[in-house]
């Protein structure tokens, strides 16, 4: 672990929390980067280099017992709460001063997740050469993530982890953590996740994998007009096969969410005005439900790179706890001396709730699921993770 | 209804039927065509002439009463059991002599459905230019498939149809012909189908036809070498579209299909000595899964044409029996006289049992639902349909 070489920084630009002039580094919610060495992958390829950008919320005790890993889903960010700055994060009412996990007790940390595209180095980042990584970017596994992490822990003086909570493939990369370094994790919360991905997940996986590839402007992955400018710089927003990520993207979209759902919110209904039957010939009108994925995809298009979705979902896709270590329920039940809390949404239908039973069926200590109970499906992960409050405040958060 | 200008004929060449030398024009599972005049459609554009290919089993009854009309799904085809050809069909075993549908006592009719691609007319059949429709093929409804098989009832002799039957879209197809020609249905068995396509239907639609018009070789819609060569002359096999074609397949296969099923059958195998992690510059291996999705993607492609299946998924989106008809509830609740079977798939997660208990809810009869009992989901209609046969026995096919 090459943490001679580690040095922390501001992140360069990243406009969107940009704006609060002079920050001191350890500011709640700043982005900033640690610049690590040279890192093997898992399955073969090294980068010379790696940035992994995070942000921190609260301040790490004297013994630094109280460190918090907080991991972020498969188009997720490091921006998890409010800082010093008044953006919204994704756990925004989750993570705070006063909140579940309450940062006036915890130091909360949230990285970035290698391949990605927000800060942390991926196939947008400059290779040594200055072009963009594209498609020379070696194949990434949850487990690289957690590596590349164990620096990050190494660099902020962490030893272990008071928990490492993450939803959705955060419980995946949260799942990796205890497993990969179990001595440096004392409590692990998995949400709506899995102990490795099931065939219909990697075969939703492989469909969106392939409508970007279909895309003509994939160009085999090298479309980036330049590589990220600098560290913790964000890349390829917009750029490339924008088109086949949309639809990667509605189609992640409906497993994220429930035919109950859509059909109170959405219906038969046409958008607006627009006639959805007509000649094909013409511009077809749509459904409501057709403009909301059309407005998911758009919105997704804007804030994600595409090679950074094909990092990731392979990544996602790859995710098996068992594997080298005598399947999932060896991985599992050797994982003495860490508390596990085990949830799930009672209406997913892409982690089904199965996978959560199995998976607390197996962990030493034997959890109760905790269930997040909405009709919206896997996102209730991020609607109504503060069902889980009083839970967690129970158990894991008690102290 | 133009039946005078109406003339039946046997098809010019579908080359999987073909072989058996001499056959009689009323031999069972002989595809034939029935060539038939104008026809506008319901929201707009109008073709010269359309050919409706069908295949039958049995005889007609003097007082033509025992005619059961048999509707595929969306890319199923006429040939649903074996006539004089051993070329098994997709109901094979549950249609035929002594089967449940048994064809020594009911005269079995199995249209394609306009805008397909078995002989059929559809987007690859040609234009009075000599060219294929093509992007110029008019948007079309379940119930203009209605209007023109009525035409074909006509030009068979069948005032009424003892039982119009069919499974998922077949099913839709049925419900239409129930509430667009009260008067010419007796029976009406509507199996893992829907009353009206939901919101969430529709949201797995828009993904499978914008994968296909993502594809470069979209070409707008007119990618045909050269337009069917004749009447009941399939077009289109592997033409165009195919990659963004074989997308949308494996997308729907999905649907058809359960993650209890997909995770018995192949877990998280790789596919014979490939390595599914490993550097995406590379080919990377693929999971059983993921072969077993490009299987049929590839058997698709090979046996329908894109524009078809964009058309028919149009056409399945629109499906909405109660549009124009006061809303769902009314349009059932008015099919007085009209005996209702109704059947679902307990796993099927395309077309929820919920709305099969919908529709048996709100016709007038009130049938209970009957299941089909599987892990296999939707495809269940498929390959568990002979679990409905006590009791279609029972009630339909009592007589």
Same mark, same amino acid.
């Given at each position: 672990?090459?943490?001679?070489?580690?040095? %922390?920084?501001?992140? !360069?630009?990243?406009?969107?929390? !940009?704006?609060?002039?002079?920050?001191?580094?350890?500011?709640?919610?700043?982005?900033?980067?640690?610049?690590?060495?040279?890192?093997?992958?898992?399955?073969?390829?090294?980068?010379?280099?790696?940035?992994?950008?995070?942000?921190?919320?609260?301040?790490?005790?004297?013994? !630094?017992?109280?460190?918090?890993?907080?991991?972020?889903?498969?188009?997720?960010?490091?921006?998890?709460?409010?800082?010093?700055?008044?953006?919204?994060?994704?756990?925004?009412?989750?993570?705070?001063?006063?909140?579940? %996990?309450?940062?006036?007790?915890?130091?909360?940390?949230?990285?970035?997740?290698?391949?990605?595209?927000?800060?942390?180095?991926?196939?947008?980042?400059?290779?040594?050469?200055?072009?963009?990584?594209?498609?020379?970017?070696?194949?990434?596994?949850?487990?690289?993530?957690?590596?590349?992490?164990?620096?990050?822990?190494?660099?902020?003086?962490?030893?272990?982890?008071?928990?490492?909570?993450?939803?959705?493939?955060?419980?995946?990369?949260?799942?990796?953590?205890?497993?990969?370094?179990?001595?440096?994790?004392?409590?692990?919360?998995?949400?709506?996740?899995?102990?490795?991905?099931?065939?219909?997940?990697?075969?939703?996986?492989? %469909?969106?994998?392939?409508?970007?590839?279909?895309?003509?402007?994939?160009?085999?992955?090298?479309?980036?007009?330049?590589?990220?400018?600098?560290?913790?710089?964000?890349?390829?927003?917009?750029?490339?096969?924008? !088109?086949?990520?949309?639809?990667?993207?509605?189609?992640?979209? %409906?497993?994220?969410?429930?035919?109950? =759902?859509?059909?109170?919110?959405?219906?038969?209904?046409?958008?607006?005005? =627009?006639?959805?039957?007509?000649?094909?010939?013409?511009?077809?009108?749509?459904?409501?439900?057709?403009?909301?994925?059309?407005?998911?995809?758009?919105?997704?298009?804007?804030?994600?790179?595409?090679?950074?979705?094909?990092?990731?979902?392979?990544?996602?896709?790859?995710?098996?706890?068992?594997?080298?270590?005598?399947?999932?329920?060896?991985?599992?039940?050797?994982?003495?001396?860490?508390?596990?809390?085990?949830?799930?949404?009672?209406?997913?239908?892409?982690?089904?709730?199965?996978?959560? =039973?199995?998976?607390?069926?197996?962990?030493?200590?034997?959890?109760?699921?905790?269930?997040?109970?909405?009709?919206?499906?896997?996102?209730?992960?991020?609607?109504?993770?503060?069902?889980?409050?009083?839970?967690?405040?129970?158990?894991?958060?008690?102290?």
């Amino acid at each position: 672990m090459s943490s001679d070489v580690d040095t %922390i920084m501001q992140a !360069a630009g990243v406009p969107k929390r !940009a704006g609060a002039g002079e920050r001191p580094l350890d500011a709640d919610g700043v982005l900033r980067v640690l610049r690590t060495g040279e890192f093997a992958f898992e399955t073969g390829g090294t980068l010379p280099g790696v940035d992994i950008a995070y942000e921190t919320w609260g301040t790490l005790d004297a013994d !630094a017992a109280n460190a918090v890993l907080l991991l972020h889903a498969l188009t997720g960010d490091t921006h998890v709460a409010r800082g010093i700055s008044d953006e919204p994060g994704w756990w925004d009412g989750f993570v705070g001063p006063g909140r579940t %996990i309450d940062t006036d007790k915890y130091f909360v940390v949230a990285p970035g997740m290698v391949g990605g595209c927000n800060g942390t180095t991926g196939p947008g980042s400059a290779a040594p050469d200055g072009r963009a990584w594209g498609s020379r970017f070696p194949f990434t596994t949850i487990r690289d993530s957690v590596r590349l992490e164990e620096r990050l822990a190494d660099a902020l003086g962490v030893d272990a982890w008071h928990t490492v909570i993450g939803g959705s493939m955060g419980g995946a990369r949260a799942l990796e953590w205890a497993a990969t370094l179990p001595g440096r994790v004392r409590r692990c919360v998995p949400i709506a996740a899995t102990a490795a991905s099931t065939a219909e997940q990697i075969a939703f996986a492989q %469909i969106q994998t392939q409508a970007i590839r279909l895309d003509p402007d994939f160009a085999g992955g090298d479309y980036y007009r330049a590589p990220a400018a600098g560290p913790g710089e964000a890349t390829g927003f917009g750029e490339g096969p924008v !088109a086949g990520l949309g639809i990667a993207r509605r189609m992640a979209h %409906i497993t994220y969410r429930s035919d109950v =759902e859509f059909d109170a919110r959405f219906g038969r209904e046409p958008q607006c005005d =627009e006639q959805p039957l007509g000649s094909p010939s013409l511009d077809r009108g749509r459904y409501q439900v057709e403009s909301y994925l059309d407005y998911q995809a758009a919105k997704l298009v804007g804030r994600f790179d595409a090679n950074s979705y094909l990092v990731i979902t392979e990544a996602l896709m790859s995710h098996d706890v068992g594997r080298g270590r005598g399947g999932v329920e060896a991985a599992l039940g050797a994982l003495e001396g860490i508390e596990f809390f085990v949830a799930a949404v009672d209406s997913d239908r892409l982690y089904w709730p199965a996978q959560a =039973e199995a998976m607390a069926a197996h962990v030493p200590n034997r959890p109760n699921v905790e269930y997040i109970r909405t009709p919206v499906g896997h996102d209730g992960f991020l609607t109504d993770v503060e069902q889980l409050s009083a839970a967690l405040k129970r158990t894991i958060f008690a102290d």
